[in-house]
């Protein structure tokens, strides 16, 4: 595990929830169509304030990420790209001002559901910053160009440079998607990283929550064919071949703060869901300061973590959806990846040679001035 990475830290900007897709296992309702401009314009002087506030030493890393909403759907003005340029001018300004020993990093987060896509381009290569596109073949596009324009626009990002990851979200649908070969999530492996979005209840939950056995199942698809740029994939793999190294986090920052409309704390603690905190944590009073310990905490009772031998070494799973009042736990999934993979230690020896060849195409384009994502 790199050790820089125990010394960074995070900020998720929501910009506005306006939205030009209506996807099922979405979280906002996108009952608020207005983009704040204000908001977005004193974001850089309230992020600034609240990094002062946390007072965390020897951060070496900073990253921002930008959400909607969707922030480059075609109706939205070209204008707004100027109010985003800004954005980040200012940020790194500011940033730069008061701790210039800090390394700056921006990401943009995308559905990929557009057609002007070189106003996009053009913003990234401006800013310095790229891009996470989210792609699921099931709940999330309602027509099938929709789907064809989020895959040719990442196969653009990509050839550009500009594409940091890919992210799916694991519900019940996707995963089945997955499995049975009616995505064309092995089609976009070119893209070295893959970001696991662990699905969080809505309305829909009935049709898309995942059991524990659906992940599992998930996960044992993932390395019988060689999926290793699944990051949550990856760590388990490092954790059995590195049993001393520092266990890897799901979320690489050490400290990491949601910059939402009217707030800026640790994880939202009322989130958008449609459901009540009570259905997630119970009676617990769950504020700013220990909302993520308290996640934690529940999470590891109800999985019974303590109680796993790989406990040590586990990287753990987003406990969001576990912790819902209707998840029904069972054999933990990532337990019975470790036995799985135990069981076929050739799916070790196959994950060594492809990190082997990583850290080459790695090495390869830093010689060649070519950053290889």
């Not at 070189?118 to 891009?131: A, F, M, P, Q, Y």
């Amino acid at each position: 595990m790199n050790v820089l990475a125990q010394n960074r830290f995070g900020f998720d900007c929501l910009l506005f929830e306006r939205c030009n897709m209506n996807c099922s296992f979405c979280l906002e309702d996108h009952s608020n169509s207005e983009i704040d401009l204000e908001w977005i314009r004193n974001m850089p002087q309230k992020l600034l304030e609240r990094f002062k506030e946390e007072n965390i030493p020897d951060i070496h890393k900073i990253t921002f990420r930008y959400w909607g909403g969707e922030l480059f759907f075609d109706e939205l003005p070209d204008s707004l790209f100027l109010e985003y340029r800004e954005l980040i001018n200012k940020v790194n300004e500011l940033f730069n001002k008061e701790f210039p020993n800090i390394e700056l990093s921006h990401s943009w987060v995308s559905n990929g559901v557009y057609k002007n896509i070189d106003r996009v381009i053009e913003l990234l290569k401006d800013t310095g910053s790229n891009l996470s596109i989210s792609y699921d073949p099931v709940g999330r596009y309602q027509k099938s160009w929709q789907e064809s324009f989020a895959l040719r626009n990442i196969a653009k990002f990509h050839s550009e440079g500009l594409l940091a990851e890919i992210s799916i979200t694991l519900t019940k649908p996707n995963i089945e998607a997955y499995i049975s070969g009616k995505s064309c999530l092995r089609n976009l492996v070119f893209c070295k990283k893959f970001d696991i979005n662990y699905y969080i209840p809505n309305k829909n939950w009935q049709e898309l929550l995942p059991s524990d056995e659906d992940l599992f199942n998930f996960f044992k698809w993932v390395v019988d064919w060689r999926l290793f740029c699944i990051i949550d994939v990856s760590r388990v793999l490092r954790s059995i071949l590195y049993p001393t190294a520092n266990i890897e986090k799901v979320c690489n920052c050490d400290h990491h703060i949601s910059a939402c409309k009217g707030c800026l704390t640790y994880n939202c603690v009322t989130s958008s869901t449609v459901f009540p905190n009570k259905d997630f944590y119970g009676n617990k009073e769950i504020t700013e300061k220990n909302v993520a310990k308290v996640k934690q905490q529940l999470g590891l009772m109800k999985r019974g973590c303590m109680f796993c031998k790989y406990s040590n070494i586990c990287p753990k799973c987003c406990y969001t959806s576990i912790l819902y009042k209707d998840y029904k736990v069972t054999e933990c999934p990532f337990k019975k990846l470790y036995e799985y993979i135990s069981d076929h230690q050739e799916i070790l020896e196959d994950f060594k040679g492809w990190e082997k060849g990583m850290n080459v195409a790695s090495l390869w384009g830093k010689r060649n001035n070519n950053e290889v994502i």
